[in-house]
Nanobody, 119 residues
Framework: QVQLQESGPGLVKPSQTLSLTCTVS??????????WNWIRQPPGKGLELIGF???????YYSPSLKSRTSISRDTSKNQFILQLSSVTPEDTAVYYC???????????WGQGTQVTVSS
């Protein structure tokens, strides 16, 4: 059974960098043909893909967030990490990590973590 767990601060001040870690168990993040995603849902809005890192360490970022986003990984800890810089209150959301497959199906999700941007 694959499990994903987000961790990080729940409150971030404007202009600071949001940093979240997703710890994966039950599978290796280097297993071929799986992608490891960060997704968020602002209050009252739909899900938004932030970006992903694939099994080989290649990254993709949503064009709207690309200038502020970095996704990296620590294979020794089986973790992948999101950093979103220069945050504003509009970045307040529930942040999820999720695994996706070569058929673009999201098959495993973390429970989500609320991040609020406020002074």
């Amino acid at each position: 059974q694959v499990q994903l767990q987000e961790s990080g601060p729940g409150l971030v001040k404007p202009s600071q960098t949001l940093s979240l870690t997703c710890t994966v168990s039950g599978d290796s993040i280097t297993t071929n043909d799986f992608w490891w995603n960060w997704i968020r849902q602002p209050p009252g809005k739909g899900l938004e893909l932030i970006g992903f890192i694939d099994y080989a360490g290649n990254t993709y970022y949503s064009p709207s967030l690309k200038s502020r986003t970095s996704i990296s990984r620590d294979t020794s800890k089986n973790q992948f990490i999101l950093q979103l810089s220069s945050v504003t209150p509009e970045d307040t959301a529930v942040y999820y990590c999720a695994r996706s497959t070569s058929s673009d199906a999201y098959d495993y999700w973390g429970q989500g973590t609320q991040v609020t941007v406020s002074s």
